[in-house]
T-cell receptor, first 112, second 113 residues
Framework: NAGVTQTPKFQVLKTGQSMTLQCAQD?????MSWYRQDPGMGLRLIHY???????DQGEVPNGYNVSRSTTEDFPLRLLSAAPSQTSVYFC???????????FGPGTRLTVL | AQTVTQSQPEMSVQEAETVTLSCTYD???????LFWYKQPPSRQMILVIR??????QNATENRFSVNFQKAAKSFSLKISDSQLGDTAMYFC??????????FGKGTRLSVIA
């Protein structure tokens, strides 16, 4: 049981490049979400999904795209990377409201 | 809007002493859940404790306990007998209706030997 896995662990991009951060969970959780963590800002919600085929925007969705074709996978796409997207990105999953969120180990992204 | 506020950006405590981290929140819901998460230098997010708002009894997990004041919308975390391994960022969080967690900005706790 791997829990929540994220790849890659580190990534450096140039401004304007695109990439996909991968997230997978093997706990059959309905909810999955993406957060970014910046110094002094806590974790801010980017996008989330309450089930396969359903996604919605969080607090800071601009510049990011998601899809949820299976229960297990929830990739985050950066369409055209900007230096303001330099951050640590966390994927998380949980059963519906009230249950513990399980987090992946995070991806440190630097955009030059 | 529903928000979470942690008013102490940094705190320190001597080993074996007790420390309390503050959290206030704003919601129009009546039934909800509240969480404290710990993030050590390894960056991994770890659940510390969970409180159900409809329960009057404060949650306790070993050396960690909460003081939940529903009317005041306050949810503080007390760490007793602090240990060096408690050094970490601590985040208060709760879910909006049908969404994942909303986090406070965190409190950086340093335990001093």
């Amino acid at each position: 049981n791997a829990g929540v896995t994220q790849t890659p662990k580190f990534q450096v991009l140039k401004t304007g490049q695109s990439m996909t951060l991968q997230c997978a969970q093997d706990m059959n959780h309905e909810y999955m979400s993406w957060y970014r963590q910046d110094p002094g800002m806590g974790l801010r919600l980017i996008h989330y999904s309450v089930g396969a085929g359903i996604t919605d925007q969080g607090e800071v969705p601009n510049g990011y795209n998601v899809s949820r074709s299976t229960t297990e996978d929830f990739p985050l796409r950066l369409l055209s990377a900007a230096p303001s997207q330099t951050s640590v990105y966390f994927c998380a999953s949980s059963r519906p409201q009230g249950h513990e969120q399980f987090f992946g180990p995070g991806t440190r992204l630097t955009v030059l | 809007a529903q928000t979470v506020t942690q008013s102490q950006p940094e705190m320190s405590v001597q080993e074996a002493e007790t420390v309390t981290l503050s959290c206030t929140y704003d919601t129009s819901e009546n039934n909800y859940y509240l969480f404290w998460y710990k993030q050590p230098p390894s960056r991994q997010m770890i659940l510390v404790i969970r409180q159900e708002a409809y329960k009057q009894q404060n949650a306790t997990e070993n050396r960690f306990s909460v003081n939940f004041q529903k009317a005041a919308k306050s949810f503080s975390l007390k760490i007793s007998d602090s240990q060096l391994g408690d050094t970490a960022m601590y985040f208060c969080a709760f879910p909006l209706r049908n969404t994942p967690l909303v986090f406070g900005k965190g409190t950086r706790l340093s335990v001093i030997a």
